[in-house]
């Protein structure tokens, strides 16, 4: 079964730093694209970024490119997060998504909250 297990969420003051990890199995991690979404409080669902299965290949939401940083170690199946210079408005449980034979995997999510 493809298990997405997402850590490393926790409150931070703004500016702060985070690093968000998600640990796959079930699946061959290395041949899939990965993205990370998230939802804040009282809102649906928000696309944060994506890297291609290799890692070469990143994107990200106009909200916190610049600030996010995706990447991913095929070796370990893990997908990491490295956010900076967060702000109030990151605040949000934080998702893992694959998409493995046209079908959405979400994992657990891990919740970050920004506020001094």
């Known amino acids: 079964d493809v298990q997405l297990q997402a850590s490393g969420g926790g409150l931070v003051q703004p500016g702060g730093s985070l690093r968000l990890s998600c640990a796959a199995s079930?699946?061959?991690?290395?041949?899939?694209?990965m993205s990370w979404l998230r939802q804040a409080p009282g809102k649906g669902s928000e696309w944060v970024s994506t890297i291609n299965s290799r890692g070469y290949t990143t994107y990200y939401a106009d909200s916190v490119q610049g600030r996010f940083t995706i990447s991913r170690d095929n070796a370990r199946s893990t997908l990491y997060l490295q956010m900076d210079t967060l702000k109030p408005e990151d605040t949000a449980v934080y998702y893992c998504k694959a998409n493995v034979d046209s079908r959405d995997y979400w994992g657990q999510g891990t919740l970050v909250t920004v506020s001094s």
């Open positions: 079930g699946f061959a991690f290395g041949d899939y694209d």
